[in-house]
């Protein structure tokens, strides 16, 4: 039995961040319900990464809308709408990400929806916050990641701001969601009291750059400065970064710095100690990028490895995909629609009691669990 099998998710959200909650309280046994507009459903059904559908779906849509139903609705139908309020009145928790004021106009506001169900988890996502100058920009994550000095970070001194390659805010946002609710579950457990918990793109995006901003406060002000070669974090001294082989690319994390010159045989890094290791870090790493060149990446790890010294070769996902490492952890799982089709994504990474959680249920079609839905929850 997984954990929150009983529990039925009302899923008003589109596109990642809501739906990425919604994804992983699936996983972990929810019955998540999609209420979608009967043209079109969820956007994100037709926002499609390199052009790519299945079954007249995005693939982004499949990869984060598994093993969950579908139920069309059209909200400004009085008939459909009355329906959509008695789902909620057996609901144990319900999302949306509209923008603020979208729900106070269609009557499913959290005053309006704890009158019908005063035991009810109620969650929003927004871009950023329901109050502010921002309240009504849109939350998108490439302008989440813009606002929150985070493209800062990557790349090189010389780089333009980098963003992240991938929706990094939606996932941390959606993460953060489904702490949140469970959380607020959990105490309606104990004490019978419904919650409303929010989270914004913004706010979490802010949160995961924690150390940012906490050494900020205490640095008087200045702002980070990122390494001017193999950067891979602007507050930490050589040698941590990503170093060009003779063949490939090698990441090292921290380490003495004598200790990282006698292993590889370096005798210009000797001529620096571990007070020098951010004040001089370009420098160094100069130096440990021309000597790193000299030889494969292979060749380093065999020496850097058996040593402890932490190290990594750096895999292109094609490469991840080959190697045992990968394979041992069984993160591969072929969802399927009733019609055949089907989809190999990722699983859950959680496990309970050492098991795996896989699901091979697809997304859903939308509207196709209607007729199910409504002899489960409203004819019952």
């Known amino acids: 039995m997984k954990p929150l099998q009983g529990i039925i998710v009302l899923e008003f959200c589109q596109y990642l961040a809501g739906p990425y909650a919604g994804l992983r309280l699936a996983d972990l046994g929810a019955r998540v319900i999609k209420i979608e507009r009967p043209k079109g459903g969820d956007a994100c059904r037709q926002l499609a990464t390199k052009n790519m559908f299945a079954d007249g779906d995005s693939l982004v849509f499949h990869t984060i809308n598994r093993n969950k139903e579908s139920y069309a609705a059209n909200l400004k139908d009085p008939a459909d709408l009355e329906k959509v309020r008695r789902l909620i009145a057996r609901a144990d928790i319900m999302t949306h990400n509209f923008r603020p004021g979208v729900m106070e106009k269609i009557g499913l506001d959290w005053d309006n929806v704890r009158a019908i169900n005063p035991r009810i988890i109620y969650g929003e996502v927004t871009g950023y916050g329901r109050t502010g100058p921002w309240r009504d920009k849109p939350g998108q994550d490439l302008l989440a990641q813009a606002r929150s000095g985070l493209t800062t970070l990557s790349g090189n001194a010389d780089s333009p701001p980098t963003p992240f390659g991938l929706a990094i805010a939606d996932m941390i946002c959606g993460t953060h969601f489904a702490q949140g609710l469970l959380a607020a579950y959990y105490r309606r457990q104990k004490t019978g009291v419904g919650a409303r918990v929010e989270v914004s793109l913004l706010e979490s995006i802010i949160d995961l750059q924690f150390e940012l901003f906490t050494t900020f406060f205490q640095d008087g002000g200045r702002l980070p400065h990122r390494a001017r070669r193999g950067n891979a974090h602007a507050y930490l001294g050589a040698p941590y970064g990503v170093y060009r ?20 045989d370096c005798p210009a890094l000797k001529a620096f100690d571990e007070a020098d290791a951010f004040a001089r870090r370009d420098e160094i790493m100069e130096v440990i990028a021309t000597h790193l060149a000299t030889r494969t990446t292979a060749e380093w790890l065999a020496i850097l490895e058996p040593a402890d010294f932490w190290c990594a070769e750096v895999f292109d996902v094609q490469r991840l995909l080959a190697h045992e490492g990968y394979k041992a952890l069984g993160m591969d799982q072929v969802v399927r629609r009733p019609n055949g089709t089907e989809v190999r994504t990722t699983r859950c990474p959680i496990r309970i009691d050492g098991e795996r959680l896989y699901a091979d249920r697809a997304a859903p079609v939308l509207g196709a669990d209607n007729p199910k839905i409504e002899e489960d929850l409203l004819h019952a």
């Open 245 to 264: 082989t003779r063949d490939g690319w090698i990441a090292l994390a921290m380490g003495e710095l004598r200790r990282l010159a006698d292993l590889i």
